[in-house]
C-alpha cells in the first residue's frame, strides 16, 4: 500500500473515494465539510438526509457513504471527527476510528485510492501532531485487500510537514 502526503484541496483529488471530516448532523458545515459539500452539490446533502432519516445522526469515530456528486471522486466517506477537549486517551481512541472505519467502508466499496483531509485538527482543535501520528498509525496498522493508495491531503504546510515527517 502507497502512502502520499499532498498540499492541495481535497475536493479537487480523483481518488475513488475521498474523506469529507462531517459534523454529526451530516448536513454540510464550515472547513472540509463546507468545501465538500459545496464543490459536490445538492446530491451529496440529499443522500446524507437520506442516511439521517434513517439512522439519525452520526456518532464520533462511526463513517457512512454517499456517492460523490460533482467531485472527481466516486464516493464521499463522511466520518466525524472528535472535538478536542483534552481527554487524551479517549480521544485518541476516536479520532483512529474515523480512519479505521473509513477503512473498512472503503475496503468494502473495493475501491483503490482513498484521500483523507487532517480530521478535528481545524475547528474541533485536535493538537495537529497527535493527530498525525494517530492518522499514519490507523492507516500503517490497516490490513487491506483493494486499496492501493491512501493520500494525505493537507490543506496548510503544517500540517504537510508533520505529515511528511511522520511518513520518513
Not at 474523506?19 to 452539490?41: F, M
Not at 438526509?49 to 445522526?57: H, S
Not at 478536542?84 to 476516536?94: A, P, R, T
Not at 483503490?112 to 497527535?130: C, D, H, M, Q
Request: proline residues 2%.
Amino acid at each position: 500500500m502507497n502512502i502520499e502526503v499532498i498540499k492541495a484541496d481535497i475536493t479537487k483529488i480523483h481518488a475513488d473515494v475521498i474523506v469529507n471530516a462531517a459534523n454529526s448532523s451530516l448536513l454540510g458545515g464550515g472547513g472540509v465539510d463546507g468545501a465538500i459539500h459545496r464543490a459536490g452539490g445538492k446530491q451529496i446533502l440529499e443522500e446524507c438526509i437520506q442516511i439521517r432519516d434513517r439512522q439519525g445522526k452520526c456518532k464520533t469515530g462511526e463513517a457512512v457513504v454517499t456517492s460523490a456528486g460533482n467531485l472527481p471522486a466516486k464516493y464521499v466517506i463522511h466520518t466525524v471527527g472528535p472535538v478536542w477537549n483534552g481527554g487524551v486517551e479517549k480521544m485518541s481512541k476516536l479520532l483512529s476510528n474515523c480512519y479505521k472505519n473509513s477503512l473498512q467502508l472503503a475496503e468494502s466499496l473495493g475501491i483503490k485510492t482513498i484521500a483523507f483531509p487532517n480530521i478535528s485538527t481545524g475547528v474541533y482543535r485536535f493538537p495537529k501532531e497527535l493527530a498525525g501520528k494517530i492518522a499514519v498509525e490507523a492507516v500503517q496498522n490497516f490490513q487491506a485487500e483493494n486499496i492501493k493508495k491512501i493520500i494525505f491531503v493537507c490543506l496548510d504546510d503544517e500540517n504537510e510537514m508533520i505529515y511528511k515527517k511522520l511518513l520518513d
